[in-house]
C-alpha cells in the first residue's frame, strides 16, 4: 500500500481494516485510483496480474502503462463515468490482460473515494477472477448483453424469459451461466442491478426518491423503500443522509 499521507487519507476513507483485508484475496484485484488516473493503492493479486514483481513498479502507473491498449483505455473510460457521475459500476463484465499475459475474464466493481467534503477524489475498484470454468467466451458475452438490457430496461418488467432470448439460450442454461459467474439466479440479478442503480442515485444526485422508484421500476415509492430496506438493512433516505 501506499506511504505517508497517501496511507493516512485512504485508511480514513476506506479504514485500515479493509486496506489489510484486500491483501488477503486471492483472485481478487483490487486498487484505488487518483484523480489523475495513477494507482495509489493495489493488492498482491494486482500486482501479479500486471506481471510485474512487486508493488513499487506499479504504484504511480496508469492503466495504459500495465495493461493491453485497447482495454486500458474501457477500464479509464469506466474511471471517467464513476469520477465525473459520483455513481458506482457493478457488475461490470471484462477481460483484464497485461501484455504478455493470458486473458482472464473478470467481474468488477467501482465506487467513488471521497474526501470528508463529498467531493469525489479518486475511484476504488475490485475485480474477480470467474475462473476458467465459467468463463468462456460465449458464456461471457451472452451474460454481458443480459447485465445491458437489464440497465437499458430497468423500468420495465423484465423476465428470465426475456433475458434468455437476449442471451440466445434456454432460461435452464441462463440460470446455470448466471449463479456460475454471479452467484445469483437471473431474477436476483435484475433485482441487485435495480437497487445498484438506485443506490448511486441516491449517493450520486438530488433526484427525488419517488423519481428513482420509478425509474428503477417500481410501481411507487413505498414498494421500493420496502425492497431497498430489506436489502440493504436501512431505507433509501436515511442510506442517502448517511452517505
Known amino acids: 500500500m501506499p506511504d505517508g499521507p497517501e496511507l493516512s487519507a485512504l485508511a480514513g476513507a476506506l479504514g485500515p481494516a479493509v486496506l489489510e483485508l484486500v491483501d488477503h484475496l486471492p483472485g481478487t484485484m483490487f486498487c484505488v485510483k487518483g484523480a489523475d488516473g495513477r494507482y495509489i493503492a493495489v493488492n498482491p493479486t494486482f500486482v501479479e496480474r500486471t506481471n510485474k514483481r512487486s508493488r ?37 463484465l471484462e477481460l483484464i490482460r497485461a501484455p504478455g499475459g493470458p486473458f482472464r475474464w473478470h467481474v468488477t466493481a467501482k465506487v467513488p473515494l471521497r474526501d470528508e467534503d463529498g467531493r469525489v477524489t479518486g475511484v476504488v475498484s475490485m475485480s474477480q477472477d470467474v475462473g476458467e470454468g465459467a468463463a468462456d467466451d460465449r458464456t461471457m458475452t451472452s451474460l454481458g448483453a443480459v447485465v445491458a438490457h437489464i440497465r437499458a430496461h ?34 436476483q440479478l435484475i433485482l441487485s442491478t435495480r437497487i445498484d442503480v438506485a443506490r448511486g442515485l441516491l449517493t450520486g444526485s438530488d433526484m427525488p426518491l419517488a423519481q428513482i422508484a420509478d425509474l428503477c421500476g417500481y410501481a411507487d415509492q413505498a414498494g421500493f423503500s420496502r425492497t431497498f430496506t430489506r436489502l440493504v438493512g436501512i431505507p433509501p433516505g436515511r442510506y442517502r443522509k448517511s452517505m
Open 56 to 92: 513499487a513498479e506499479v504504484l504511480g502507473r496508469r492503466a495504459g502503462e500495465l495493461f493491453v491498449a485497447e482495454l486500458a483505455d474501457r477500464y479509464e473510460e469506466q474511471d471517467a463515468r464513476v469520477h465525473s457521475s459520483g455513481r458506482p459500476l457493478f457488475n461490470e
Open 154 to 187: 430497468l423500468g420495465e418488467n423484465v423476465t428470465s424469459e426475456d433475458l434468455a432470448r437476449v442471451a440466445g439460450c434456454s432460461v435452464d442454461t441462463l440460470e446455470r451461466r448466471c449463479r456460475r459467474v454471479f452467484g445469483r439466479s437471473p431474477g
